[in-house]
């Protein structure tokens, strides 16, 4: 069958969110999909909740690629894939949809821990923000504490609440309060509650979802995402993107959720990690040539939210070669190289933007340079901070640095076609 010159494909493979309740908690037309299935797939505990029935059956792997591989591969047969809650909410939907077209699955979701949690702690889930920590890092809430936010946390296991509470106390948050939710839905069902500076539970179940209410104490370090935190949140050695002139940096290179910036001279990745800090799902890759400031890098991604930065080492233009082309480009060091800036203009997406900093002479002849070739937008700024002078106050002038802006053209679109 054919609809607007498009063959109708017939899905083969369904994804059923499953919850405690097992399939007492299935849908009727969830039910028939599992009762129907020739392969079965899901972990030890979804797997369990299935008398047995000929049904061949499939165990969640590790790593868990073989597996997407054998459910591909199956094209074909009947296939139900078992998964806990909304298997779309950080769950094996996403990497199941990035091979599989939409068209040739069937998506049966239930009901995520999220609404859960919501749902039993009385939080309106739109005002929460939800993450999860499977698999990874604890760090990455780094940026998500902040005074009056509400985090639902998928965790890894019967560790995270604790040392989600040792990260809250060493931010100043020990008040914060802690509810942990297990097996929700289950006949084991528990609720745990505290606050961060008193947890001393040592017996959560590996199945848990945690709920943390962050409460400020007066040491609380407070962290915004807006662009320009304090030069003293970042380790460095002196060189680095000041705060004024990191501000106006990350405003033209407009960060957008889920893009891709390359610091190139990154020195302690300030201006990498503000990038991913600033909006969801965003990345960026640090080049560095130096190992002491690649370390430094680390240690602050680490320390503020963005442990999934990825650093390079190596120099310019040859460290650029075989890296996902970028959707923004920030050039902070090696900005006195031509080849630098072609290098990264010409690996640049179309509709992305190349912003460069310039403090030396040579730097600026560089870009002035560029400028009068290619255009783009040429500023200089000048910040001056008010510092001791023996028993009084004077401006301190910073070095004054050469500030090029451009976003490269999209490509013409063609007109559509008509019938």
Known sequence: MTVAGKTEVS???????????GLDGLTPAA??????????V???RHLAMVPPDGQERLAWPSPLTAL??????????RVCVLATGDPLWYGIGVSLLKRIPRAEMTLLPGLSAFALAAARLGWPLAEVQTLTLHGRPVALLQSTIQPGARLLILSEGAETPAAVAALLCERGYGESRMVVLEHMEGTD????EGTAESWRVNDVAALNTLA?????GPAATLLPTTPGLPDEAFRHDGQMTKREMRAVTLASLAPVAGQLLWDVGAGCGSVAIEWMRAVPRSRAIAIERKAERRAMIAENAEALGTPMLEIVAGEAPAALAGLEAPDA????????????IEACWAALKPGGRMVANAVTLEGEQALLAWQQREGGALSRLSVSRAEAVGPFQGWRPMM????????????????????
């Open 11 to 21: 899905p083969w493979l369904s994804l059923i969110g499953i919850g405690e309740d």
């Open 31 to 40: 039910r028939r999909l599992v009762d129907d299935a020739e392969v079965l």
């Open 42 to 44: 899901g972990g030890e």
């Open 68 to 77: 997407l591989d054998e459910i591909e591969g199956r094209r074909g047969q």
């Open 189 to 192: 069902e528990r609720r745990l």
């Open 212 to 216: 943390v209410d962050c409460i400020a």
């Open 329 to 340: 480009v920030f050039i902070g060091g090696g900005v006195s190289s031509r080849d630098v």
């Open 400 to 419: 004054p640095v050469t500030h090029y802006a451009k976003t490269k053209a999209r490509a013409a679109q063609r007109p559509a076609d008509t019938p």
